[in-house]
């Protein structure tokens, strides 16, 4: 099985720049989530989707943080303009929909690394 | 969750020493409990859950976690470590909204085994 794949995997930019990420979740997961994960602490969800709607994104910064998830699958997340303390690795993980159980696993993908000089 | 706690940033340790990772959290709700572990350059890996039951849980390469509801604490457990242990592990909690599960991720324990 196919896990949940990532690009790119690193990407430089100067602040005030754009930039997006993509992620392709395991076949048949309707959920998929995004995490901030900067150096020295653990991954904070960003966003989280069922299907191709949002159920939460309370911790989202929606001044410069978007993400869409077209058709239920692929995602992409974008950030513009970028600040220096958005470099970070971006973590995207899926799971199959909690209404198939009150608890399904996440599997996450290897992440992307961002540095904005 | 309120917060996730992982009280120790690092744990050096020696090879086919016990070890022991501590994790609290707060929550008002229902929550399950996690444990995952990541290798550089390499995403999340879960190494074990608590939903419900035995409060004492097993998980991969040898590791198991016990529930302490009172306490509120997830502390992460090895008899004997090896080499290959050495990675970062993440305690997380999921808390049980009303149709989603919102996941909350500690800060991280880096673990150094040492030959």
């Known amino acids: 099985e196919a896990g949940v794949a990532q690009s790119p995997r690193y990407k430089i930019i100067e602040k005030r720049q754009s930039v997006a990420f993509w992620c392709n979740p395991i076949?048949?997961?309707?959920?998929l989530y995004w995490y901030q994960q900067i150096l020295g602490q653990g991954p904070k969800l960003l966003i989280q989707?069922?299907?191709?709607?949002?159920?939460?994104d309370s911790q989202l910064p929606k001044d410069r943080f978007s993400a869409e998830r077209l058709k239920g699958v692929d995602s992409t997340l974008k950030i513009q303009p970028a600040k220096l303390e958005d470099s970070a690795v971006y973590l995207c993980?899926?799971?199959?929909?909690?209404?198939?159980?009150?608890?399904?696993?996440?599997?996450f993908g290897p992440g992307t690394r961002l540095t904005v000089l | 969750a309120q917060s996730v706690t992982q009280l120790d940033s690092q744990v050096p340790v020696f090879e086919e020493a016990p070890v022991e990772l501590r994790c609290n959290y707060s929550?008002?709700?229902?929550?399950?409990l996690f444990w995952y572990v990541q290798y550089p350059n390499q995403g999340l890996q879960l190494l074990l859950k608590?939903?419900?039951?035995?409060?004492l849980v097993k998980g991969i390469n040898g590791f198991e976690a016990e529930f302490n509801k009172s306490q509120t604490s997830f502390h992460l457990r090895k008899p004997s470590v090896h080499i290959s242990d050495t990675a970062e592990y993440f305690c997380?909690?999921?808390?049980?909204?009303?149709?989603?599960?919102?996941?909350?991720f500690g800060s991280g324990t880096k673990l150094n085994v040492k030959p």
């Open positions: 989707f069922q299907n191709n709607g949002v159920v939460d």
């Open positions: 076949s048949g997961h309707a959920t």
């Open positions: 997380a909690v999921s808390e049980d909204q009303r149709n989603f599960n919102k996941f909350y």
């Open positions: 608590y939903l419900s039951g035995s409060t």
């Open positions: 929550s008002s709700v229902s929550v399950y």
């Open positions: 993980a899926s799971s199959l929909p909690r209404g198939r159980g009150r608890y399904n696993e996440q599997f």
